[in-house]
């Protein structure tokens, strides 16, 4: 069959849209489930998508074998973005122009061996649920194009307010870190959500010496994993960190040195524990005094953003 688009236009674009459709609620979806690799993939895939489903948009109607048309459009957008991102691996590095050649050498090796992999794992799922959906619903409309294409503008509205207000939530973020306050949604709420604990805590330091702050969890037994944090001088900062259900707060002054010696702070005695402090969303306030001692109260109210403004000195 020769190319002869003046025949299914209308269809053609119908299936660019219904794939660009539901490209775009993948990607609000990834994002929202907090897998922006995923989304990333989808977005990179998204012109791939809508060429292919404008060009099977007429042989999705009349196919004998839709399912198999799904499965090879979704093989063939997914090759197609792995040669995207090998050609990208390739160029990108020397058009920096780095000086250490082993450098681009191994971000090449990486974009043609590690990145396709992770490219098919993820993407080819992903175009395969977009396809499937695609050819399924438009068979399903059949002749009512004006339907279906009322049903894609409300897809698209639903989306455009969806990805608005991820992109206001992430412009909230980061105002709000550009301006030194905390972000107590930075761990997602789907890693919240997860968590058997929900620490919030809140440093309150009125010495003018820095300290180390260090959560521990234990994770089995004889395991355990911590982070670090600095606790600039007077200031306050908050935090709220998914725990497992055994966990420990600890503080030492800082060495003043990016070494081994700021997790000295675990060989603390801590100042806040699982077992003083139960509960799935347990909150301490850590006020620091003058002379460094740390004295821990629970349950108190959070600080409004003027207090973390301004000097606590």
């Known amino acids: 069959m020769y190319w002869q688009p003046w025949r299914w236009a209308k269809d053609g674009w119908l299936g660019a849209g219904l794939v660009v459709a539901f490209t775009g609620l993948s990607i609000v979806a990834s994002l ?3 897998a922006p690799f995923v989304a990333f993939i989808a977005a990179v895939g998204m012109p791939v998508g809508a060429a292919l489903g404008f060009r099977a948009g007429s042989e999705v109607l009349w196919s004998e074998h839709p399912l198999g048309l799904a499965i090879r459009t979704a093989a063939q957008a997914t090759l197609i973005v792995v040669t995207l991102l090998m050609v990208v691996a390739v160029v990108a590095p020397f058009a920096r122009g780095q000086s250490d050649v082993a450098s ?4 090449i090796v990486f974009g043609l061996v590690v990145g396709p992999v992770y490219v098919l794992f993820f993407g080819f799922p992903a175009a395969l649920a977009v396809a499937v959906a695609s050819v ?3 068979r399903a409309f059949g002749a009512r194009r004006q339907a279906l294409a009322a049903l894609l503008g ?12 991820l992109a206001a939530d992430a412009l909230r973020r980061d105002a709000r870190r550009a301006a030194g306050l905390p972000d107590l949604e930075a761990a997602g709420w789907l890693t919240l959500a997860r968590a058997a604990t929900r620490l919030e805590y809140v440093v309150v330091n009125h010495s003018r010496q820095t300290f180390v702050l260090a959560v521990n969890e234990t994770t089995g037994p004889g395991e355990s994993r911590g982070s670090v944090g600095g606790v600039e001088p007077c200031r306050a900062w908050a935090e ?4 497992g259900p055994d966990w420990s707060v600890h503080m030492a002054p800082d060495p003043g040195a990016e070494t081994d010696a ?34 821990v109260t629970r349950d108190q109210p959070f600080p409004s953003d003027a207090e973390f403004s301004a000097s606590a000195c």
């Not at 681009?104 to 971000?107: A, F, K, L, R, T």
């Not at 709220?240 to 725990?243: D, G, I």
């Open 32 to 34: 929202w489930l907090e």
């Open 104 to 107: 681009p050498i191994m971000e």
């Open 154 to 165: 409300v897809a698209f509205v639903a989306i455009g307010v969806a990805g608005g207000a």
């Open 136 to 138: 399924t619903i438009r």
């Open 240 to 243: 709220l960190v998914p725990l």
């Open 262 to 295: 700021q997790f000295e702070a675990f060989d603390r005695p801590p100042i806040a524990t699982s077992a003083d402090t139960p509960g799935r969303d347990p909150r301490i306030r850590i006020d620091v005094a003058a002379d460094g001692t740390a004295h």
